[in-house]
Structures are given as structure tokens and as C-alpha cells.
């Protein structure tokens, strides 16, 4: 059994930067790919970045290039993203999420419970 645990979210200011982090426990085998996706209230559940199991990141939302890049620690099978110049738009609950393959959908095998950022002055 895969398990996922996101940390680092909070309260930051317009401008601001947070580090989110992701452990991941149990086994996962293979071509695994990483994404972290966010959800504000009364929207859908949205692809933020994905990364491959080599630490290769696969894409970004376009809403986020440039302002967030999203890492891995191989050894520790950590994931991160640093997030750069938030926007209240920024604010939502951030999940990171699992999967045999890449898809900008939330169709991954495997979530966390989810960190809550919230952008504001």
C-alpha cells in the first residue's frame, strides 16, 4: 500500500514563496510518476506539475511556469515544489498524487490528504 503525506502549506503574503513536500511510503515500482494537483473551494481538482521517477519534471500548468518548480529527492522518495511569487489565485488545498503513468487529469492511483495554502495579505 502506497501512502502519501504532504506538508510545508500555510499563510503567506502576495509575493511570497512556500516549499511543499511530499513523503512517499510503501513500494512503488517502475515507470511512477508524481503530480501535485490543487482544488479551491467550489472548483475542480486542477493539474499543478508532474514529475518522473527519475526527477525529470514532465510539465507544468500555465498558470504556474515560471513561479513554481517541482523536484525530487530519489533517495528519499521526497517530492517537492517551491512556489515563487504566489497569487491569492494560488490558494487552495494541494494534494500530491501517484500513478503508473502521466496524465494532467486527476486520475491517479494514489492521493494524499492534502496541505492548505492560502495567498493573502
Known amino acids: 500500500q502506497v501512502q502519501l503525506v504532504e506538508s510545508g502549506g500555510g499563510l503567506v503574503q502576495p509575493g511570497g514563496s512556500l516549499r511543499l513536500s511530499c513523503a512517499t511510503s510503501g513500494t512503488v515500482y517502475g515507470n511512477y510518476v508524481w503530480a501535485w494537483f490543487r482544488q479551491a473551494p467550489g472548483k475542480e481538482r486542477e493539474f499543478v506539475a508532474g514529475?518522473?521517477?527519475?526527477?525529470?519534471?514532465?510539465d507544468y500548468a500555465d498558470s504556474v511556469k515560471g513561479r513554481f518548480t517541482i523536484s525530487k529527492d530519489n533517495w528519499k522518495t521526497i517530492i517537492f515544489l517551491q512556489m515563487n511569487n504566489l497569487k491569492p489565485d494560488d490558494t487552495a488545498a494541494y494534494f500530491c498524487?501517484?500513478?503508473?503513468?502521466?496524465?494532467?487529469?486527476?486520475?491517479?492511483?494514489?492521493w494524499g490528504q492534502g496541505t492548505q495554502v492560502t495567498v493573502s495579505s
Open positions: 514529475i518522473d521517477w527519475r526527477g525529470n519534471p514532465i
Open positions: 498524487a501517484v500513478n503508473p503513468g502521466f496524465s494532467r487529469k486527476p486520475e491517479y492511483a494514489y
